[in-house]
C-alpha cells in the first residue's frame, strides 16, 4: 500500500525555482505533522522544513528564506516551494512524518541544480 508519493523535482539552474508535491493517505494526512526531508550522495538524510495539521512551519536553516512548505488538508497534499536553488540543494527529495511515525519512505524525486 503507496502511502507516500513525491513528484515535481528536475533539473534546474542555480537561482531557479521548483515546486515540489507530496501525495499522503488520509489517514497519514489527517494524524501527523509531516516535513519534507533530502538526501544527498553520501551524506544522511535530513529535515529541511515541517508543517504541523494547524499550518506552524519550521525550517532547516540551510533553506531558511528560499522554501516554503504548505499543506492543503482537504486534498491531502504537501508541497514545497524552493527559490534561490543552490548546486548544493541538489538530492533526492522525500516527503513524511515529522517526527517520525515509522512511515514507510516513498521513492523520493530528485532534485538536480546544475548549470
Known amino acids: 500500500q503507496v502511502q507516500l508519493v513525491e513528484s515535481g523535482g528536475g533539473l534546474v539552474q542555480p537561482g531557479g525555482s521548483l515546486r515540489l508535491s507530496c501525495a499522503a493517505s488520509e489517514t497519514i494526512f489527517s494524524t501527523y505533522s509531516m516535513g519534507w526531508y533530502r538526501q544527498a550522495p553520501g551524506k544522511q538524510r535530513e529535515l529541511v522544513a515541517s508543517?504541523?495539521?494547524?499550518?506552524?512551519?519550521n525550517y532547516a536553516d540551510s533553506v531558511k528564506g528560499r522554501f516554503t512548505i504548505s499543506r492543503d488538508n482537504a486534498k491531502k497534499m504537501m508541497y514545497l516551494q524552493m527559490s534561490s536553488l543552490k548546486p548544493e540543494d541538489t538530492a533526492v527529495y522525500y516527503c513524511n512524518t515529522s517526527p517520525s511515525a515509522n512511515v514507510e519512505w516513498g521513492l523520493g524525486t530528485q532534485v538536480t541544480v546544475s548549470s
Open positions: 508543517i504541523s495539521r494547524g499550518g506552524s512551519t
